[in-house]
């Protein structure tokens, strides 16, 4: 290809959890439909590939990829994961997401062989493994944002069991058979008694003020103030056992194999393995397979670790992360000031604040480019910029 650098045009995915407005905003046109505007795609997906501005026309990056590999990949990513391993979103959470786990790479990999032989279409709604890849994550929030992330630690997640009096019966579980007992038990709970035991939490978490830190606030906006009128959805038990997290602008959390965790509220830019394996536990109508879930999460107290990432020696903010698929860092420029740099993957800018300029590109707010590997690239801010790299650590690779 003639040039090296391009615009990238992604796709949004409408789904029923997201806002209206932030994305919209984001990309500058006009939700006349009304739709909910959940993730913006910006990768080479096979379901939602964004599209690159060649020479040519807009072309899918994802059949672009599949036509001259190493040309889009560079020979060591190929090499590795054979596609772009990565898949960079913003996201506009308005309510809650599914609580999930994700799997190691070689659970994935038995996981999905086995649904294969068992004859399970890949589309079928109970299917688990959609692929044989893992699905590490990161989020970087661009506001206030709030997760559960991980089970309390066992005096904090003690003291939840004393202190709601429908969980008290559940302390001496805990004494005796640790996290694992805990939740195998309140999610193997027949439903006619989990429902008896949460509705009247729920009644009276309804009634009760509360603040974002405290469960009965996601307890309350879930079923917003009103009682269910059918079955209470067993994600709440998860509401109370996990850590609930705020994370404020530039601050990030990354979520491994095995850590339960559930959006709540607010946007930011994500960045994952390009996977789609996830097991879920509730807030969902999705499918919920019990025994399969228990089987991944890492049972055990988390303290939430929030990075706030380090100044590189190439000059962006850095954040570290213990995986070899991807990684992310901010860049902040003021108005003239350059970041010079060589691509070593195939790296996706986002623009998120102010105007910049890469070589022959311009992009402002809302707007992505692309630049290939092994590329020598100058981003000049136009005016106070901020950007966010997605990028292959091609050194862990």
């Known amino acids: 290809m003639k040039h090296r650098i391009f615009k990238l045009q992604g796709k949004v995915q409408h789904y029923a959890w997201g806002g209206y407005d932030f994305i919209p905003d984001l990309l500058g046109f006009e939700n006349s439909a009304n739709q909910p505007c959940a993730e913006y795609w910006m990768g080479a997906h096979p379901s939602a590939s964004g599209k690159l501005e060649t020479e040519d026309g807009l072309q899918p990056w994802y059949q672009l990829i599949q036509q001259e590999p190493v040309d889009h990949l560079g020979e060591k990513v190929y090499e590795k994961f054979g596609e772009l391993p990565y898949l960079l979103k913003v996201l506009d959470v308005r309510e809650m997401l599914s609580i999930q786990v994700h799997p190691t790479k070689e659970e994935a990999r038995k996981g999905f062989e086995r649904e294969e032989a068992e004859g399970v279409p890949v589309n079928a709604a109970h299917r688990n493994y959609k692929d044989k890849n893992h699905k590490p994550e990161v989020m970087v929030a661009l506001g206030e944002f709030w997760l559960l992330h991980g089970f309390k630690k066992e005096e904090a997640l003690q003291q939840v069991l004393d202190t709601v009096p429908e969980f008290n019966f559940l302390s001496k579980v805990f004494a005796d058979t640790g996290y694992y007992g805990l939740y195998k038990m309140v999610m193997e709970m027949p439903q006619e008694e989990s429902d008896n035991l949460l509705m009247s939490l729920v009644e009276r978490e309804i009634t009760t003020p509360h603040t974002k830190d405290q469960p009965g606030y996601w307890v309350s906006k879930l079923y917003n103030g009103v009682l269910p009128s059918g079955n209470v959805d067993k994600g709440l038990f998860s509401i109370y056992f996990f850590n609930i997290v705020r994370v404020e602008e530039g601050g990030a959390v990354f979520q491994g194999a095995g850590v339960p965790h559930a959006y709540l509220e607010g946007q930011n830019v994500e960045l994952m393995a390009n996977s789609d394996n996830v097991l879920r536990g509730g807030l969902t109508p999705k499918h919920v397979d019990v025994p399969e879930l228990l089987k991944h999460i890492v049972f055990e107290g988390i ?39 060589k691509s070593r993957s195939a790296e996706i800018f986002l623009v ?38 997605a990028f292959v650590p091609i050194d862990r690779s």
């Open 352 to 389: 998120m604040k102010g105007e910049a300029r890469c070589d022959n590109i311009s992009c402002k707010r809302g707007e992505s480019f692309v630049v290939l590997p092994g590329e020598e690239y100058t981003i000049r801010g136009i005016e106070d910029v901020l950007l966010y790299k």
């Open 303 to 341: 303290e939430p670790n929030i990075l706030k990432g380090e100044v590189s020696t190439t000059g962006d903010i850095a954040y570290s992360l213990p995986v070899e698929d991807f990684g992310i860092s901010a860049i902040k420029l003021e108005n003239g000031r350059e970041y010079v740099s």
